[in-house]
């Protein structure tokens, strides 16, 4: 039970981190986990995608007050650079939420 708690944790927390700065997917640990128990992956999928949800609110809202500095942030992470992120902002301009299943 223990475990469970802390996976949950671990996938929700990676989950918000992912959406925000950090470029590693929790598919990484979830990976790992569906390994050994696949009922724990999947329960930590949802929590993952919580997670993310999360995240990316928090990043919307940052970026709709103030969206300079979180361009400067996102345009620092590896493998990002600032015509993506024209291009993503384009893509939400032109299609608003559905910008989200076009994919950056």
């Known amino acids: 039970m223990h475990r469970d708690r802390l996976t949950y944790s671990l996938a929700a927390l990676w989950g918000m981190a992912e959406a925000t700065v950090f470029f590693i997917v929790p598919d990484v640990l979830l990976s790992r986990v569906a390994l050994t128990n696949r009922r724990l992956a999947l329960l930590a999928c949802l929590w993952a995608t919580a997670g ?13 007050q103030n969206p300079e500095p979180i361009r400067s942030l996102f345009a620092g992470i590896p493998a990002i650079n600032s015509s993506m992120i024209a291009a993503v902002n384009a893509q939400i301009i032109e299609h608003g939420a559905a910008a989200v299943f076009i994919g950056p």
Do not use: N, P, R, T
């Open 52 to 64: 993310a949800v999360v995240g990316g609110i928090v990043v919307w809202i940052l970026g709709d």
